[in-house]
C-alpha cells in the first residue's frame, strides 16, 4: 500500500508536466497559424520602414523625418516603404491619441502593381492647436494591423 501511493505521488508530477508541454504545444500551434493567417492576408504587400514625417516628396518620400511634431503642425504624415504591392491590396491608417482611436484614413486599393514605392497617409489639423499629447499611427493591409509608429504633439 505505501509503494502504490509513492509510485501514485511520483506519477502526478509527471502527468502535470506531460499536461503542460502538451498544451504549450497547442498553443505555439495556435500562434503559428495565427502567424500564417496574417501572412496570407498581407500577402499583396512588401513593406520596409515606416517613418513620420513633417512632409513628402517625389513619389511620396518623406521630407523631414521626425516623431515631434508642433500643435501647429498643418500636417503630419506617416510614410511606408513599399517594396511591392500586389493591384488589389488596400491599405489605410488608423489614427490614435492617449491610445483612443479618433481617425482612420480613406482606405485605398492599388489599381495595379507597384514596386519600390512610398504609400502615405496623412493627418490633417483643421484647428488652430492640434491637442498636445502622445499619438500613434497603425497601418492596416487588406484590413489587417501590420505596423505601429508613435509620434508626440507638443
Given at each position: 500500500?505505501?509503494?502504490?501511493?509513492?509510485?501514485?505521488?511520483?506519477?502526478?508530477?509527471?502527468?502535470?508536466?506531460?499536461?503542460?508541454?502538451?498544451?504549450?504545444?497547442?498553443?505555439?500551434?495556435?500562434?503559428?497559424?495565427?502567424e500564417q493567417q496574417n501572412q496570407?492576408?498581407?500577402q499583396g504587400v512588401s513593406l520596409g520602414q515606416v517613418v513620420m514625417a513633417e512632409g513628402i516628396g517625389d513619389k511620396n518620400a518623406p521630407v523631414k523625418v521626425t516623431n515631434e511634431f508642433s500643435a501647429?503642425?498643418?500636417?503630419i504624415y506617416v510614410v511606408a516603404e513599399a517594396t511591392s504591392i500586389q493591384k488589389g491590396t488596400t491599405l489605410f491608417a488608423r489614427w490614435s491619441r492617449a491610445n483612443q482611436p479618433f481617425e482612420d484614413s480613406s482606405e485605398i486599393t492599388?489599381?495595379?502593381?507597384?514596386?519600390?514605392?512610398?504609400?502615405?497617409?496623412?493627418?490633417e489639423n483643421l484647428k488652430q492647436q492640434m491637442e498636445k499629447g502622445d499619438y500613434s499611427v497603425q497601418l492596416f493591409v487588406n484590413g489587417n494591423p501590420v505596423k505601429k509608429v508613435d509620434f508626440k504633439v507638443d
Open positions: 500500500m505505501n509503494r502504490s501511493l509513492l509510485s501514485l505521488r511520483m506519477s502526478i508530477p509527471l502527468l502535470l508536466l506531460t499536461f503542460v508541454l502538451t498544451g504549450c504545444g497547442l498553443f505555439g500551434g495556435a500562434t503559428r497559424e495565427r496570407s492576408v498581407t501647429s503642425q498643418d500636417y492599388a489599381d495595379q502593381d507597384y514596386q519600390n514605392t512610398y504609400v502615405e497617409f496623412h493627418l
